[in-house]
């Protein structure tokens, strides 16, 4: 069937770009209109992240690199092949809100190249012929589809439309239930869930194109999901309403099929759909988030208030996934619960991810740590993501709904909107939020008639007051989480909004027990090793003296020159700050630190920590705070003279070893008794001592130059081998009583790591070393 569109404008995209018409119009009608980018310029914060991203990653990106693994099959490794879509999606996105005709003409490049790439079966991933549909090549379909598809309907150019009709066919041809056709499930990783998310963009080429199959291929992927092989994503949402009991739990890969879902109901109206996806975000939003808005560690999703704060924590590939699946639910629902959740994801952990200057993503980005940002793409699907999260933005930041304008977040900007009976109207949103409590908004429009004003009433806000041409308006009207005025506007209208933002201090449970963490209003905060200020303080000792924010004389003031990362930035002076430490507490013990917003916290490649312990811990462990080495800087973040048993260190480097050590060494000669060794983690591949090749002995130096000296070993360690870890538990402790005190400047526990599964390899991990003295 001949496919004939309406030629959208290829003109520069601030001439109000529309978007190439889809054929089939959705069933479930979007309560808040998604708006093309062009129309909503930020210049906050949030404006300037946004900008980064295009300047200074999407546009630099070489198109040879993102399209190699297609050109020279099979690529450097099995899932490159998602990059060149993702980018093409962030970059198109990316393009409308600037109009940088440099990144244009890239684009035109890519999609162009990309569909060149295509073999003439249809098949556009970068696997060989013999291993196709084995492990992550349905996935680079989806991306090719999702990227291609918004190239089209942004650009206006449809020339990739046959390909990404050959794609779709090929997918239909290729996989279903009835005979001679292959298992979707069985096509990649994580119970099918990798492979069975090309439902998005599948719903999305049957929207374009009005073609049956593709719709029957989205219900034959619903079935898949309900097979006895499959991940059961629907129904277990809607009956257990847990995502962590969904396929294998794996958190990205879930989120993106859970976007699908979702463009599927807003196509088909099938409501089942739409009430699995809000049990799903009402479970992660109670048991399984992060203060940040992170929400998985190693990847998938764990029990209820399983979230420790390092641990491969806050994948940005999940960062993002859940971004959408909260612009989507916005978009459907109205409701301002999703746009909160947007705030709180994007000013604190999307940001937190990028680096302030736009160049650089991590891939974990956890509670604690150092920011691992990277520009290499290889082997990091989050370095594609992150740029994704940012270009949406201006999808959803400010919008129009059947009552009039909605404002989801308060970054300054300017939004050239059309109301839905076509009228015009401007958004103006001045201030320096969220360095600033008052905002204010401009509403300019021709229309003689009233129309609503939809303002997010935060729920970090305590109170929020709102003038109108300077009069405050008592108790405005409430409207899904909306604080609305009904008006006809005139030029000069102004509404002035006044938030309650102020320091709350969260008193931490579960796994941060005995701890507390600093937010200001929607800010979560961190103590970041760059803005100690005082060189004798061991930055993973320090603590608040109590859980009283009164007592912490909290002190917001313009950032030092490396945190101005955008004009308002700001940094927060605590007084209550104490060295934890093994001595009582005197004066100088209470110290002002300066905690930094999470989004810069680590930017100078300073270490960074949000939950901070409260209280003194007198402690007798003698190397508490001591500096600590190691034989291989490992791949973990941790101490092992903390007092913290949870932040265990590694010597992981991927290369064999025939001894591993842990030390610790003090300011001055101290004498002990007893010596305490804590095992960290047991790893498939490794973590623990080979006991076969000896028990871990203890060595002792008296002096800086001296030689080490074994002082014994730890003879109740377990009878473990190179493979077999012998029942050890994470953290156990081992202790070594000395015959006679000895005197020790420095402590080291040496022994052989062991392979576990992986022979080409060997490391081991400790959790703490400790000294005492008994009497
Ligand atoms: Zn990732």
Redesign the pocket.
């Known amino acids: 069937m001949a496919l004939l569109f309406l030629a959208a404008t290829t003109a520069t995209p601030h001439a109000a770009l529309s978007l190439v018409p889809e054929r089939i119009a959705p069933e479930a009608a979007d309560r808040q209109d998604s708006q093309t980018p062009d129309r909503v310029s930020l210049s906050g914060w949030v404006g300037s992240r946004i900008k980064a991203n295009e300047a200074n990653r999407l546009v630099k990106l070489d198109p040879a690199r993102l399209l190699e693994g297609y050109r020279k099959r099979p690529g450097r490794q099995s899932w490159d092949g998602e990059h060149v879509g993702k980018w093409l999606h962030a970059a198109t996105l990316a393009w409308v809100n600037t109009g940088d005709p440099a990144l244009r003409q890239k684009l035109d490049f890519v999609a162009a190249e990309l569909v060149k790439c295509q073999l003439p079966d249809g098949y556009l991933g970068t696997y060989v012929d013999k291993n196709r549909w084995t492990e992550w090549d349905v996935w680079a379909h989806k991306y090719n589809l999702i990227g291609l598809i918004t190239y089209m309907r942004y650009t206006g150019n449809l020339e990739p439309l046959p390909a990404c009709q050959r794609i779709g066919d090929l997918l239909c041809k290729t996989f279903g239930d009835g005979p001679g056709k292959r298992d979707i499930i069985q096509a990649g990783e994580h119970v099918g869930l990798a492979p069975t998310s090309v439902l998005e963009p599948m719903v999305l080429l049957y929207r374009l194109t009005g073609e049956q199959r593709y719709l029957e291929f989205c219900q034959y992927i619903l079935r898949a999901w309900e097979q006895p092989n499959g991940p059961k994503v629907i129904s277990t949402l809607l009956n257990a309403k847990r995502v962590d009991k969904v396929g294998d739990a794996k958190a990205?890969e879930m989120l993106s099929c859970l976007n699908g879902a979702l463009e599927y109901y807003r196509t088909a109206g099938d409501h089942r759909l739409l009430e699995a996806c809000l049990n799903a975000w009402q479970d992660i939003v109670d048991n399984r988030l992060y203060l940040t808005g992170a929400s998985s560690y190693g990847e998938v999703f764990h029990d209820d208030f399983d979230l420790p704060n390092v641990d491969n924590v806050g994948?940005?590939?999940v960062t993002v996934t859940w971004l959408q699946f909260n612009a989507q639910l916005l978009r459907l629902t109205g409701e301002a619960r999703f746009a909160e959740q947007l705030e709180r994801v994007i000013l604190n952990q999307l940001m937190g991810a990028q680096r302030p200057d736009g160049s650089a993503w991590g891939?974990y980005v956890q509670m604690e740590g150092k920011k691992p940002y990277s520009s290499n793409l290889d082997g990091?699907?989050?370095l594609s993501?992150g740029p994704r999260g940012l270009a949406l933005i201006p999808t959803f930041a400010i919008t129009t709904d059947s009552d009039g304008v909605v404002v989801n977040l308060y970054d300054a900007g300017l939004a050239t909107l059309s109301l839905r009976d076509g009228t015009p109207a401007a958004v103006t949103i001045d201030g320096a939020f969220p360095s600033d409590a008052r905002v204010s908004i401009r509403v300019d429009s021709p229309s003689k008639k009233p129309f609503m004003v939809k303002m997010r009433k935060p729920g970090w806000s305590s109170n929020t007051l709102v003038r109108v041409n300077g009069r405050v308006v008592p108790e405005p009207p409430e409207v899904n989480g909306y604080l609305a005025i009904t008006r006809s506007w005139h030029r000069h209208d102004v509404i002035d909004i006044e938030f309650s933002l102020q320091p709350r201090l969260i008193v931490g449970d579960h796994l941060n027990e005995g701890k507390i963490a600093l937010l200001y209003g929607p800010l979560v905060l961190a103590a970041d090793e760059a803005l100690l200020g005082f060189t004798n303080l061991n930055f993973k000792t320090i603590g608040v003296a109590e859980k009283q924010l009164a007592s912490l004389e909290f002190i917001p003031e313009p950032a030092p020159g490396q945190f101005q990362t955008w004009p308002g930035a700001q940094v927060f002076r605590i007084s209550g700050i104490v060295r934890r430490s093994t001595g009582p507490l005197s004066a100088g013990s209470r110290l002002p630190i300066r905690l930094v917003p999470f989004a810069d916290a680590g930017s100078t490649g300073a270490e960074y920590k949000i939950w901070l312990p409260v209280g003194l811990v007198a402690t007798p462990n003698l190397l508490f705070e001591a500096a600590e080495s190691r034989s291989r800087k490992g791949n973990l973040y941790g101490s092992i003279t903390d007092g913290n048993p949870s932040t265990a260190v590694v010597t992981f480097d991927g290369k064999p070893a025939d001894e591993d050590w842990f030390a610790a060494t003090l300011d001055g000669p101290a004498t002990i008794t007893r010596v305490v060794f804590m095992h960290g983690r047991a790893f498939h591949d490794g973590g623990w001592f080979d006991a076969s090749a000896g028990k871990p002995k203890i060595q002792a130096k008296s002096a800086a130059d001296a030689e080490w000296q074994t002082l014994g070993e730890l003879a109740d360690y377990p009878a473990t081998t190179a493979t077999d870890p012998s029942k050890l538990k994470d953290g156990q402790a081992f202790t070594l009583k000395l015959p006679s005190p000895a005197k020790i400047l420095a402590l080291r526990v040496i022994a052989k790591p062991a392979c576990g599964d992986d022979p080409r390899q060997a490391f081991s991990s400790c959790a703490e070393l400790q000294a005492f003295r008994d009497k």
Do not use: P
Request: include cysteine.
């Open positions: 990205y994948e940005t590939c891939y990091h699907c989050c993501s």
